[in-house]
């Protein structure tokens, strides 16, 4: 009798395809992304078609495509915790996925999240602040409505921003991690069509 | 699975889009993120060996061919120069391995990649300037030891850096830097602009365009996001002063623009003419002549003059 081949591991056929072509649409992602860190509050289309797995919308799932690999340890919130999604990021990142937020080079939440986790997030230290985690927060909606009014680096008078159903509790954190510069978190906003992100050098202004 | 160029019989075939493997491109496209994120920070980045000696811009064309996407167009210069041997070799690397476009056009080109100027052309929002940097760190000379200058900038700590702008002073009458001359970004980080001279260094600051730096040898990527403050180290005695010329360009007639000095002969005969050939050919073609072009009367008083 042959032995049945152990289900523990996904089944190729239940995966979602990753980018239809590897260099040039992590390219267009890329750019995108580099846009936005530097220009931040400044809104780009995602460039790409994608499919997003179960537990992520198709921004932060092209982000990850394009920026994740083995050398980048991902933390899921548990919202985001499902098989589909660890699949697609095992598969076509080939990335590890942690349960410490700690360890994570590129957190990905929902806005809805309890969001506690943010300040556990790696700040980098003085001498290499770039050993920092980017958080990737899913948001129903981003706008370039005045709710938000960013100076900075990057902006050369103000950018306006809104994001739907951004807590207070947010703000509060990113002007204590603007403190903190050079370490820091950056932001990157990721609804299902568009990308926005703050630098950790962005000043925000509540409106 | 790597991916070839749009028309493998036409590009290098055996290599992926734009040289580096995408492995490659995406570790290089996370330092540059941090880089973006922290101005004049220098982030380490696992650089490649390139088909290219260190020191022919290697750290210059990884960024280059991390951004580069099918649809840029590239001009590469060298000193100004498009039609010198390391601006055409970067050049033709990328027509070959990328297929992109190429000009020599300031305002046609997306990505311009540079080795020691900034175009005088006020560059555009939707531009990136791709600098070659051969020594990254500004430090460097007052202090050889990496752990030494990594801890100074964590301190913020650039007294030493004044010092040495005070030594030119008390030696020369003035600061005597005149290329990778140091400058503060956003008010924290000091930084090198790269061996420009520091007639560009006004260029950099408040600039609409993206400014990376690429530094394959030392294995450093930094960055200027737009519109930042960059500023030259300086003294409320001795402000920051950039390059003149009595000359003008001899080609076009430029006043406004860096020139470079061509010793004619032997007899001390010489003229001036601009770094930037794009911008030299562009005033020439709009009729603006200076006195040793060709277009000029032999015989007419200025041509073929020794420069005062």
């Given amino acids: 009798m042959t032995p049945q081949p152990q289900s523990t591991s996904a089944q190729t056929s239940d995966l979602l395809p990753g980018f239809d072509h590897t260099a040039f649409d992590s390219n267009a992602v890329f750019r995108a992304l580099l846009d936005a860190m530097s220009r931040p509050g400044r809104i780009y289309d995602l460039p790409v078609a994608v499919s997003a797995p179960d537990g992520l919308n198709k921004a932060a799932t092209a982000t990850l495509l394009a920026m994740a690999d083995m050398d980048t340890t991902i933390w899921l919130s548990p919202s985001c915790v499902t098989k589909a999604a660890g699949d697609h990021l095992k598969f076509h990142c080939g990335c590890p996925i942690s349960t410490d937020v700690k360890q994570a080079d590129f957190a990905i939440a929902r806005i809805s999240d309890d969001l506690s986790f943010v300040t556990d997030l790696a700040i980098g230290n003085a001498e290499y602040p770039d050993q920092s985690a980017t958080l990737i927060l899913m948001v129903d909606e ?65 409106n | 699975m790597e991916q070839t160029v749009k028309n493998p019989a036409d590009g290098a075939p055996d290599y992926n889009f734009a040289y580096l493997d995408e492995q490659t491109k995406r570790m290089i496209r996370r330092a540059l993120l941090k880089a973006v994120a922290i101005p004049g920070y220098q982030v380490p980045f696992a650089g490649r060996e390139m088909p290219m000696p260190y020191g022919w811009g290697t750290g210059g064309v990884q960024v280059t061919a991390a951004v580069i996407g099918p649809n840029d167009t590239l001009k590469v210069i060298d000193q100004g120069a498009d039609d010198t041997t390391n601006a055409v070799s970067i050049r033709q690397f990328f027509a070959k391995t990328a297929q992109v476009a190429t000009t020599e056009k300031t305002a046609e080109a997306s990505i311009i990649q ?8 006020e560059l555009r929002e939707d531009q990136v300037l791709v600098y070659q940097v051969p020594i990254p760190e ?40 005149t290329y990778a001359y140091p400058v503060m970004v956003d008010d924290r980080y000091v930084m090198d602009p790269s061996p420009t001279p520091k007639f560009d ?57 860096y020139l470079d000095e061509v010793i004619l002969d032997d007899q001390g005969n ?30 007419s008083a200025d041509r073929g003059k020794a420069a005062e």
């Fill in chain 1, 142 to 206: 981003i706008s370039d409505q005045p709710s938000m009014t960013l100076k900075g680096p990057g902006i050369k008078d103000t950018h306006s921003l809104a994001v739907k159903g951004l807590p207070e509790s947010f703000h509060a954190w990113r002007a204590e991690n603007h403190h903190l510069f050079p370490c820091g978190v950056d932001v990157i906003f990721a609804s299902e069509t568009q990308i926005a992100a703050l630098s950790r050098t962005t000043r925000i202004e509540v």
């Fill in chain 2, 114 to 121: 540079t080795r020691h100027r900034i175009p005088e052309k």
């Fill in chain 2, 138 to 177: 500004p430090l460097r000379f007052l202090v050889p030891r990496e752990t030494e200058t990594r801890k100074m900038h964590a301190l913020e700590e650039y007294g030493l850096m004044h010092v040495k702008l005070y030594e030119d002073i008390s030696r020369h009458g003035h600061i005597a830097t």
């Fill in chain 2, 201 to 257: 260094n006004p260029k950099m600051n408040n600039m609409a365009a993206l400014q990376l730096f690429g530094a394959g040898r030392e294995k450093r990527i930094y960055a200027l996001p737009p519109y930042t403050k960059v500023k030259s180290l300086d003294f409320e005695d001795h402000p920051f002063e950039v390059q003149t010329w009595e000359d003008k360009c001899g080609m076009c007639g430029a006043r406004d623009s």
């Fill in chain 2, 270 to 299: 010489r003229m001036f003419v601009c770094s930037d050939t794009d911008y030299c050919a562009e005033r020439q073609e709009a009729g603006h002549r200076g006195p040793q072009h060709h277009d000029q009367p032999l015989g």
